[in-house]
């Protein structure tokens, strides 16, 4: 079936680089998501991509994808302490749906 | 712009009662999501409404589960006879084209 999954936690130092990795299974996707949730707010799209691409860059964010492990990466360079929040790697389960992991959450410290 | 916006924010309701909750979808959005988020869990697909074409209810958990889009915009999500287990955040989510859904506040629902 489909399943993603992430690693729960992520801990950086404000300055270095965050990297958030997820695992899918479902080979058919078409678009694989990166969500950002903020304390008490809803999911903000930070960026997608296509699964035909194996990399999209956009300013500080960069997408990584390995189609072949079903490997999906966010990496946000120069990390600050408002990137803190909780990061969700979503696939395409379909036209209809989103299927999400669990989410990482990304604490970053002086 | 503005957003998706859901009422209420919070709902504390006792077990058994009905809930109703509410979205309203960025205008000239078509399609129209409802995802519950339990307590450190990722997001679970509730109902998926396209315009005017038949809404897949796969992802509902229950028959106490229900959801309406009234002209095409607004919808409701109503929860039959509130169970403990029924508590988490009810998101819901609009789109114009099927790859961007853009997410509103959420609704918190407790279930005493």
């Known amino acids: 079936g489909e399943d993603v999954e992430q690693s729960l936690f992520l801990s950086v130092r404000e300055g270095d680089s965050s990297v958030i990795n997820c695992t899918y299974t479902?080979?058919?996707?078409?678009?694989l998501y990166w969500y950002k949730q903020e304390p008490g707010a809803g999911l903000q799209l930070l960026t997608y991509i296509f699964s035909n691409m194996d990399m999209k860059q956009d300013q500080r964010l960069t997408v990584l994808l390995n189609k072949k492990d079903k490997h999906l990466s966010l990496r946000i360079a120069d990390t600050q302490t408002g990137d803190s929040a909780i990061y969700f790697c979503a696939e395409s389960g379909g036209y209809n749906k989103l299927i999400f992991g669990a989410g990482t959450r990304l604490a970053v410290h002086p | 712009g503005a957003g998706v916006s859901q009422s209420p924010s919070n709902k504390v309701t006792e077990k058994g009662k009905d809930v109703e909750l509410r979205c309203d979808p960025i205008?000239?959005?078509?399609?129209l999501y409802w995802y519950r988020q339990s307590l450190g869990q990722g997001l679970e697909f509730l109902i998926y409404f396209q315009g005017n074409s038949a809404p897949d209810k796969s992802g509902l958990p229950s028959d106490r589960f229900s959801a309406e889009r009234t002209g095409g915009s607004v919808s409701t999500l109503t929860i039959q006879r509130t169970q403990q287990e029924d508590s988490a955040v009810y998101l819901c989510?609009?789109?114009?084209?099927?790859?961007?859904?853009?997410f509103g506040p959420g609704t918190r629902l407790t279930v005493l």
């Open positions: 479902d080979s058919s996707s078409t678009y």
């Open positions: 989510a609009s789109s114009k084209q099927w790859n961007e859904q853009f």
């Open positions: 205008s000239g959005h078509t399609a």
